[in-house]
């Protein structure tokens, strides 16, 4: 029965993987271009060049981790493929993780980075991760989403106050509610046990 189990599990991820597209595998000049629009349209203060830059690296790097993570499939197909150690990476919070990582090392001064988690408190959708950019000490909400987990390995962006299929929170203020949560069990747990 163990053997059928896995064996059916693994035909259902080819079949839904049959249903997915591939990520991009360049960037759209007209597409960075948008997005560097948006970026420096945040504050006059944001630099044009920073926000060129961030634009067209965001586009790129999402490319090179699409390729690095071995990205073939839809989100979910990925994220269990990834959690049965099938592929090496693509989680959300990876993509967020490597973008972030990627973003900081421009050291830009007319931007800032942030991360954000949706859905940790919601028991029926997936919890989320994403990287945030913003105008020099603004926000997360004043800034942009920069998704490349969506899309299974295409950008996808967005103004954070206009993207309605998440309820962004910043990634500090979930952690420390699932910590006091943590707490809060284990103080129940204790007690039950005496």
Not at 99 to 109: H, M, P, S, T, V
Not at 112 to 130: C, G
Not at 172 to 190: A, G, I, P, T, W
């Amino acid at each position: 029965m163990r053997n059928f189990l896995k064996a059916f599990s693994v035909l259902s991820l080819l079949v839904l993987a049959a249903c997915g597209a591939g990520p991009a595998v360049s960037t759209n000049p007209a597409e960075v271009r948008e997005l560097a629009l948006n970026i420096q349209a945040m504050s006059a203060d944001v630099d044009p060049e920073e926000a060129q830059r961030a634009a067209r690296i965001a586009y790129e790097y999402t490319v090179v981790l699409a390729k690095q993570y071995q990205i073939t499939d839809p989100p979910l197909v990925h994220n269990t493929k990834v959690n049965m150690g099938i592929k090496p990476r693509g989680l959300c919070y990876q993509w967020a993780d490597d973008i972030e990582k990627r973003l900081e090392q421009e050291n830009f001064k007319t931007l800032d980075l942030h991360r954000a988690i949706a859905n940790a408190d919601n028991p029926f959708r997936l919890e989320h991760s994403t990287a945030i950019i913003s105008a020099m000490g603004d926000d997360m909400y004043g800034g942009i989403v920069l998704d490349p987990w969506r899309l299974g390995g295409r950008l996808y962006w967005d103004q954070t106050v206009e993207d309605t299929k998440y309820n962004w929170l910043p990634r500090d203020v979930v952690m420390e509610q699932k910590r006091r949560n943590r707490e809060k069990r284990q103080s129940m747990s204790l007690a039950g046990a005496s």
